[in-house]
Nanobody, 123 residues
Framework: QVQLVESGGGLVQAGGSLRLSCAASGRTFSSYAMGWFRQAPGKEREFVAAISWSGDITYYAGSVKGRFTISRDNAKNTVYLQMNSLKPEDTAVYYC????????????????WGQGTQVTVSS
């Protein structure tokens, strides 16, 4: 089992940047694929980005491709989401998640979830 704790959210102006971190407990972090999802008020939770256990494969939602970068440091049990050129429509609670069966883009494919961190982008 793994526990996930997100941090790094906050309020930023449009065009700005934030880096989210997700710290994982447990010694098997490197065996999980990791993902980031987000949920805006009144909307479904949606996929943002994912990374394989080794870090050599990444997927992105079309809405963030070219602006967001997912990465991981297995020695630190941490996954990151660097968010650049932020837009008001990026405002949401951002969740990290761990998948045991490999890199994935669907919510049901993830087994463990963090509590989320709020990102607010002002126009």
């Amino acid at each position: 089992q793994v526990q996930l704790v997100e941090s790094g959210g906050g309020l930023v102006q449009a065009g700005g940047s934030l880096r989210l971190s997700c710290a994982a407990s447990g010694r098997t972090f490197s065996s999980y694929a990791m993902g980031w999802f987000r949920q805006a008020p009144g909307k479904e939770r949606e996929f943002v980005a994912a990374i394989s256990w080794s870090g050599d494969i990444t997927y992105y939602a079309g809405s963030v491709k070219g602006r967001f970068t997912i990465s991981r440091d297995n020695a630190k049990n941490t996954v990151y989401l660097q968010m650049n050129s932020l837009k008001p429509e990026d405002t949401a609670v951002y969740y990290c998640a761990a998948a045991t069966l490999g890199i994935a883009t669907m919510r049901y494919e993830y087994d463990y979830w963090g509590q989320g961190t709020q990102v607010t982008v002002s126009s």
